[in-house]
């Protein structure tokens, strides 16, 4: 519906009538289990290039063709089955403001089920251009499970693994697991873009 009212382009290639076309989306894959401190996961995207640039128009310009072209990539590169429930971080004030959770936008426009069992129950900073040390201390004691159980996480972008951390810490305090943890990219643990 977007490219009825402008054209658009593929973000890597330039082809016409693409938000991000098949070969350019096949070039930025990575589909590598990825480590970080305490957990693994595995993680569909660098955050670069023009999945990046995706991101950012998805979600700091409300450009949702992308959100949709990013979901559409999501759903084909996990190794899941549809019928499967994943958690995103619930949301923040700076997702508020925005008016939508990317993380959960973006499960569902993949096709998975998505709960809210995790919620937050303290507001933090937005986690973006905080250092490493930060990130863990403004995400700390950040969420709750709404009631116990096995989970599988999902967030858009891990940076140095605070949230997914936070979040695992929640489901394990009230007597769960986690059953797998997802993301649609990666960036190097020291980078907060
Ligand atoms: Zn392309």
């Not at 490219?3 to 070039?27: D, M, T, W, Y």
């Not at 190794?79 to 004030?93: D, I, R």
């Amino acid at each position: 519906m977007f490219s009825a009212i402008f054209p658009v382009f593929c973000l890597g290639c330039k082809k016409f009538n693409e938000f991000i076309c098949r070969e350019c989306a096949q070039a930025a894959r990575i589909n590598l289990e990825q480590r970080r401190e305490g957990f693994s996961f595995h993680a569909s995207f660098r955050y670069e290039g023009l999945i990046a640039e995706a991101l950012h128009r998805a979600k700091q310009q409300n450009q949702f063709g992308y959100l949709k072209a990013l979901a559409g990539l999501l759903r084909k590169s996990l190794p899941l089955t549809g019928n499967l429930c994943l958690v995103p971080p619930s949301t923040n004030k700076a997702f508020r403001k925005r008016g939508f959770n990317p993380s959960f936008e973006l499960a569902k426009l993949a096709g998975f089920n998505v709960s809210r069992e995790i919620i937050r129950v303290r507001q933090t900073d937005y986690q973006q251009g905080l250092d490493s040390y930060s990130r863990q201390n403004n995400i700390e004691s950040a969420f709750k499970v709404k009631k116990r159980g096995s989970f599988f996480l999902f967030d858009d972008v891990v940076t140095t693994g605070a949230t997914i951390r936070e979040m695992r810490r929640a489901v394990e305090d009230a007597g769960g697991e986690v059953a797998g943890i997802f993301a649609l990219c990666s960036t190097s643990p020291k980078g907060a873009n």
